[in-house]
T-cell receptor
């Protein structure tokens, strides 16, 4: 079993819909959670970074963390065709050791249709 | 602000040829540096990371090697490329603090023929 599970998709939604993405994890030591967006043939771009349970909002994006269920989510409101990309979740422990490595999900491909 | 560069952007190499990919970071000092490979439609695989000049940790045994000759320079090399080395190579950096995350470069697409 992978440490971080993420549905690969593709997730196809009409323009203007809410996109809902999630990851589950097994390591309760993970305390910091990130969402990256990766366009085709580009490097991943950091979207959201959270380190506590609850919600964090940034524009059309909301990141949600539920540590008790080991479950994180990313919601994209009023989705646009430009949101079509692969979304990667990542997480790490607070221990400053071993290069502060991140553990990634496999990514979910999202298609927003006009 | 910090900027991370990778070159070349694309590379086509024959099997058995050598490889050198370069990554540099601007606007910070003593960063942690990382090399990842991403196969088509796959997740990110950490290959190497470095917490300082000359300090390299390998995550996956293979015919690749990494070096850090300067504080903000990270190089990925191979003496003889294999077909299986094809992929998208990403360099990333972090500040190395206990709360920091990683920031990625634009990537190098390598095709081995």
């Amino acid at each position: 079993q992978k440490e971080v599970e993420q549905d690969p998709g593709p997730l196809s939604v009409p323009e203007g819909a809410i996109v809902s993405l999630n990851c589950t994890y097994s390591n309760s030591a993970f305390q910091y959670f990130m969402w990256y967006r990766q366009y085709s043939r580009k490097g991943p771009e950091l979207l959201m970074y959270t380190y506590s349970s609850g919600n964090k909002e940034d524009g059309r994006f909301t990141a949600q963390v539920d540590k008790s269920s080991k479950y994180i989510s990313l919601f994209i409101r009023d989705s646009q065709p430009s949101d079509s990309a692969t979304y990667l979740c990542a997480m790490r422990t607070p221990v400053k050791a071993a290069g502060n490595k991140l553990t990634f999900g496999g990514g979910t491909r999202v298609l927003v249709k006009p | 602000s910090q900027t991370i560069h990778q070159w070349p952007a694309t590379l086509v190499q024959p099997v058995g040829s050598p490889l050198s990919l370069e990554c540099t970071v601007e606007g910070t000092s003593n960063p942690n540096l990382y090399w990842y490979r991403q196969a088509a439609g796959r997740g990110l695989q950490l290959l190497f990371y470095s917490v300082g000049i000359g300090q390299i940790s390998s995550e996956v045994p293979q015919n690749l090697s990494a070096s850090r000759p300067q504080d903000r320079q990270f190089i990925l090399s191979s003496k003889k490329l294999l077909l299986s080395d094809s992929g998208f190579y990403l360099c990333a950096w972090s500040r190395g603090t206990s709360t920091d995350t990683q920031y990625f470069g634009p990537g190098t697409r390598l095709t081995v023929l």
